[in-house]
C-alpha cells in the first residue's frame, strides 16, 4: 500500500495518541493500558474514512500503524509525492 496524505495523517495521529497515553501514565503514575486506550481511539476514527484508506479496524492494521516509522524524510517530502513509500 502506497503511503498518501490522508494516510500519513491518521498514522501521525494515532502515533500521537498513544504517545500522549503513555506519558499521562508515567505523569499521573496510573495503571491504565495505554494501548487498549490507543486501540479504541483508533477504532472510534470514522469506518468510511478507513476504508477509503485500504484499512480494516482489526488489530493487524493497527499494530502497523503503531509501528510505523515516520521518518524525517517522509515528514520532508511533499504530499504529492509521498507515493513513493511503502505502507
Known sequence: MRLNENLLG???MIQDYNK???SEKMFYKND???YRETMIYYNSVDDEMIKELGLKKN???FEKIIH???TEEIMDTLYSELEKFTF
Do not use: A, G, Q, T
Open 10 to 12: 491518521l498514522i501521525i
Open 20 to 22: 500522549l497515553k503513555r
Open 32 to 34: 491504565s493500558d495505554c
Open 59 to 61: 488489530r493487524i492494521d
Open 68 to 70: 510505523f516509522e515516520v
